[in-house]
């Protein structure tokens, strides 16, 4: 099976302050920052499309700082953020050879996650979760999806921390996984 090749480019957003007229802004994948991938200085706006493509399945750090005509401020505190797989079937990736039920992502969670499972023929699929007692608490998906790679979010913020269960189950294939919900 053919895994999509794009990698991420995320877009870092932070708010404007109020004296100033620009913006630098570091980005790394080491917390102390002493080995910087980005290093953008004198940015007009309080957004930044990270012009390279990035690892996927990396933890990566970034902050900013405010500058004018007096100088600048103190660099933010470092934000942090992990790039993950583009979510939708595509072109790019082939057909999945497979029923495959993915662990969620992020786990833990709060107060969202996503679940991925990919069906290699069309098939009607049901996605629940249950409660460590075996209750049923949510019904994420009950229809026929086409043969590829699904993402369903799951919002869990209705529900108390602890850990639940969720089962895929397609065409007599099911497979179950846990999840933890930290509040």
């Known amino acids: 099976m053919k895994r999509m090749t794009l990698r991420p480019r995320p877009c870092l957003v ?8 620009r913006y ?5 994948d080491d917390p102390e920052f002493s ?29 900013v700082r405010a500058g004018n005509q007096s100088g600048y401020s103190d660099w933010s505190k470092p934000l942090s953020f992990t ?26 969670f709060n107060p969202s996650t996503q679940i991925r499972f990919a069906i290699p023929e069309q098939a009607h699929v049901t ?3 249950y409660n460590l007692l075996g209750q049923q ?13 699904h993402d ?3 919002d869990a913020s ?11 189950d397609a065409d007599g294939y099911m497979e179950t996984r846990q999840m933890m919900f930290v509040k």
């Open 152 to 154: 369903v979010t799951f």
């Open 83 to 108: 790039t993950i797989m583009p979510t939708d079937a595509s072109a790019d990736e082939e057909i999945p050879e497979a029923f495959t039920l993915t662990q969620n992502y992020p786990n833990p």
């Open 127 to 129: 996605l629940n979760v």
């Open 35 to 63: 080995e910087l991938i980005i290093e953008a200085e004198a940015l007009e706006d309080t957004e930044f499309q990270v012009p390279e493509e990035l690892e996927k399945g990396a933890t990566y750090y970034w902050r």
């Open 158 to 168: 209705e529900l108390s921390s602890g850990i639940y269960i969720y089962r895929l």
């Open 137 to 149: 608490i949510a019904r994420l998906v009950n229809e026929t999806r086409q043969p590829g790679w």
């Open 14 to 21: 932070w708010k404007a302050t109020d004296r100033s007229d």
């Open 24 to 28: 630098d802004l570091q980005l790394t």
